[in-house]
């Protein structure tokens, strides 16, 4: 009589919980046991989920060191198996993970570095679009400027850190030291991918402010005009988005035509 077939569930169960038996049911070739198998199956499937975080975090990895990163990777697989089968979607909680890793603890701004790592690989994988050409704003009256909308580019991304994660990562990243550096220093950092290269962009004073306005759809005198309360260099932070590949297009339509 044939055994009753593994269900899914009990098979990615036992998966992904190594404390657990392999399930029930298993079979195979008569001179091999299945239960061996399975737990070299189990093996290279965690083993290929570090591998694929290892790849999205390198700088979290440079930083912990590759025996520390693929122990706590490990936990984290353990803890959190996909849910997609697209491998670059894996380890977006990876940087809450790091967060309440106690043996991590001192180190506070790892979660921040894996936040800008995450955010370099979804900015890599969004959808292409051609970058703003900057020469377009030199085609709208001074009259109008105030009134214009910049249209996102895809792989466009802001975020405020509460550590200096950007510079961490553009230095590692780059293969320069990190001496010098604060970790401990607040930062915003925007990310785009121009010409098909992801760029992280550690912002000015009042940048992020600026940047965030525009993504939401106010007009450039809007965001101008809230930058502007944190000691802003305007002109600065307009010549940054159009050479930054932040966004693709502006609008001209007047702000009494927005819906």
Known sequence: MRPDPVSSGAFAAALFAPDLPPP???????????????????????VSLVDALASIFPTVQNLVGEDFFRA????????????????????ESFPTFLENFPPAADLPFLADVARIER????????????????????????????AILFRPHPATRVSRLTHAAGTICLRDRSGQSLEGVNPMAPEAVLITRPNFEVAIE????????FFEALLAGETLGEACLAAS???????????????????????????????
């Open 24 to 46: 029930e049911g298993l079979t195979g070739r008569q001179q091999f046991a299945p239960q061996r198998r399975f737990a070299v199956y189990r093996n290279n499937v965690t």
């Open 72 to 91: 706590m990777a490990r936990l984290y697989v353990t803890a959190h198996p996909p849910t997609s089968p697209l491998l670059f979607t894996y380890g």
């Open 119 to 146: 955010l370099w690989l979804d900015a890599y994988h969004a959808a292409d679009a051609e970058p703003l050409d900057p020469a377009a704003l030199a085609q709208v009256s001074a009259d109008d400027l105030p």
């Open 202 to 209: 550690v912002l000015p004073s009042g940048g992020a402010t």
């Open 229 to 259: 309360a944190e000691d802003a260099d305007i002109p600065a932070l307009i010549g940054l988005s159009l050479t930054s590949g932040a966004f693709s297009k502006i609008d001209l339509t007047q702000e009494s035509d927005r819906s």
